[in-house]
């Protein structure tokens, strides 16, 4: 057995103290190696940059380590036991890293335990400590790690049955706040650290509702002992992350419920569907999951052309089941949904990228994006989470509401995630068309080979949505339900096709959009904009200006790019129609309207 010991041996200069024993060292010189990525988050992160120092011995003699990479490490021969001793520097505050300092402690596995290389499959016993002093003696601990002698909450021993077990259960410590609830038999508890005024009534019974939700859609939860979802709630923050038994969550404090709320917040709505998309990863991605992922080499990219189906699927079913569950109404649903289209329909990169070739550049395009991305790159999340839809209600059409998507997961559950079977690349489609007996080849040469907008008009008026594509009101327009079929017809302003944001008293252009004014104008990413019109551009006064431009003739705007000034001609335009309305048609057939309420159960 391989003993690892974690002490948060100096909050204030944000380090753990990792020791590592390892009972049977190779004979030929032990391997040891730290993952660069972590499963659920497809960028290289190099985690083991964070290693401030590291040493080992033998009995009483020193063992000489020999670096070989940036990650990977040779111990000198030896036939005693070895002992290996590191500090690692925690001071990323996010759900993919390691985070200490004297409020709190967090880590994912693969920030802090070393993989001993040809021993991944022997078992793992992890003492977690406190930090010293008498000042941290409140601190409690969750994580769903297996307790060997500590008790629920408490700091001691766990163990995990292997390598791969030791990593997919993050830790953290502190003075969080406590609460948990039931579900199938199966204790579900929730961990929120940071500052913040919850009505935790209201926040266990709509995550009751969701997590019951999702598993009436499978048809059982995967077996496990209890479920965590780690909280933490910062002023500013949004994120989340799976795990085999747990998620690891971000948000602001604002967003979670307070007793003074009456009605479903924004803020709250979204940390409601990003409870829900990580919930819905207990099934699609942890356990239905590519082939590819399957042990993977933590060192290097491992591509796949398939993460429209785990993270687009879930993308469209954490929103869908927040309407199932009645934690949100069917309107606020639309809306949810209408600014999900606006979003895709405002990069032009979907027009240029496949979302087969946009799950397989993950690792190198979208979570690596630059200031051209829009233009480049379209989402496996957010596109995928469309054609989520579209394979639903196509589905549901021409099988005449006998067969929908949730009989496709289903399936995949019970053939590939139940038996710990990984999906290849082909099935996901395969399994589609055998379950429901349609022919989907053309949809899915559309929907994932190519770069042509989705039929999402006819496919929602099937269901009874009607849908409207307009021009962008203002800049702060994203769509959402119209109440009536007039209500589209809103004042236009103009834009020149940029996003920007505050730089000091100065306002910078981050991203420049294909076909924009900007960009025909000679605009560029980085350019810091002085003045338009001759009138001082600041952070409050830009979009104020823009608005105010003429659409028939230039006008004069200072820009430095570097630290040359620039006097360029641009004239605004009015903006592209690119942002979509949805509301629900009053008056429609006893069949549209059987299947709308067979979509949304509500």
């Known amino acids: 057995m391989l003993s690892y010991s974690v002490i948060p041996s100096h909050p204030e200069a944000h380090l753990f103290t990792v020791t590592l024993e390892i009972p049977q060292p190779a004979p030929d010189g032990q391997l040891l190696t730290l993952p660069a990525w972590i499963p659920g988050s497809y960028m290289i992160r190099d985690f083991a940059r964070h ?63 070393l993989r001993v290389v040809g021993q991944e499959d022997q078992p793992c016993r992890v003492e977690i400590s406190p930090p010293p002093g008498d000042q941290y003696k409140l601190w409690r601990l969750a994580t769903t790690l297996k307790g060997d002698g500590a008790d629920h909450l408490e700091f001691g021993v766990y163990r995990a049955d292997n390598y791969a077990e030791l990593i997919d259960h993050p830790v953290e410590m502190g003075t969080f706040a406590y609460a948990d609830f039931d579900v199938e038999g199966t204790r579900h508890e929730i961990a929120i650290t940071g500052k913040h ?43 989340g992350l799976e795990h085999r038994s747990s998620t690891s969550l971000i948000c602001k404090r604002s967003d979670l419920p307070r007793v003074s709320d009456k009605e479903v917040t924004n803020g709250y709505r979204q940390f409601l569907g990003l409870c829900s998309h990580e919930y819905f990863h207990l099934w699609n991605v942890k356990r239905i999951t590519p082939k590819v992922f399957q042990d993977s080499d933590l060192s290097v990219e491992a591509h796949s052309q398939l993460l429209w189906a785990f993270e687009g699927i879930t993308s469209y079913y954490d929103d869908l089941t927040l309407a199932r569950s009645g934690c949100i109404s069917g309107e606020s649903y639309l809306e949810l949904l209408a600014q999900l289209i606006t979003r895709v329909l405002r990069i032009p990169g979907r027009f240029k990228q496949s979302i087969g070739d946009s799950s397989f550049d993950a690792w190198t395009k979208f979570y690596k994006q630059a200031e051209n991305a829009p233009n480049a790159i379209v989402s496996y999340y957010a596109k995928g989470a469309l054609i989520a839809l579209s394979l639903d209600l196509t589905i549901r059409q021409q099988s005449g509401g006998d067969k929908s998507l949730d009989d496709v997961m289903r399936r995949l559950w019970r053939e590939f995630g139940s038996q710990g079977v990984g999906v290849e690349e082909g099935d996901v489609e395969r399994i589609a068309i055998d379950e429901t007996g349609i022919d989907l080849s053309a949809f899915f040469d559309l929907a994932i080979r190519g770069t042509d907008d989705l039929p999402l008009q006819p496919l929602l008026a099937s269901v009874g949505v009607g849908m409207a594509i307009r021009q962008a009101a203002s800049a702060d327009d994203k769509g959402g339900v119209r109440k009536s079929v007039a209500d589209g017809s809103k ?112």
């Open 51 to 113: 290693i401030i120092t590291i040493s080992a011995s033998a009995g009483e003699e020193s063992v000489t380590l020999t670096k070989l990479d940036k990650q990977t490490w040779r111990c000198a021969p030896s036939n005693q036991p070895l002992v290996v001793s590191y500090d690692v520097y925690a001071w990323d505050l996010s759900v993919r890293g390691a985070h200490l300092d004297t409020t709190h402690g967090y880590f994912n596995g693969t920030c802090l335990f």
């Open 491 to 602: 004042p236009l302003k103009p834009t020149l096709g940029v996003q920007h944001m505050a730089d000091g008293k100065d306002v910078k252009l981050t991203m420049v959009l294909d076909g924009g004014a900007a960009q025909k104008a000679g605009f560029s990413a980085g350019d810091v904009v002085m003045a338009i019109g001759g009138l001082r551009v600041t952070p409050d006064s830009f979009v104020q200006l823009v608005e105010g431009m003429p659409t028939d003739k230039p006008v004069i705007a200072h820009l430095f790019r570097r630290d040359e000034l620039l006097a360029l001609e641009v004239t605004a335009q009015y903006p592209a129609a690119n942002t979509c309305d949805l509301w629900f048609v009053g008056d429609v057939s006893d069949d549209i309207a059987a299947a709308r309420k067979q979509w949304l159960k509500i």
């Open 197 to 239: 005024d919850c009505d935790y009534d209201r926040l266990l019974r709509d995550l009751k509702r969701i997590c019951q939700t999702e598993i009436n859609l499978f048809g059982e939860l995967p077996s496990m002992p209890r479920y965590l979802f780690q909280v933490m709630a910062v002023g500013d923050g949004y994120g």
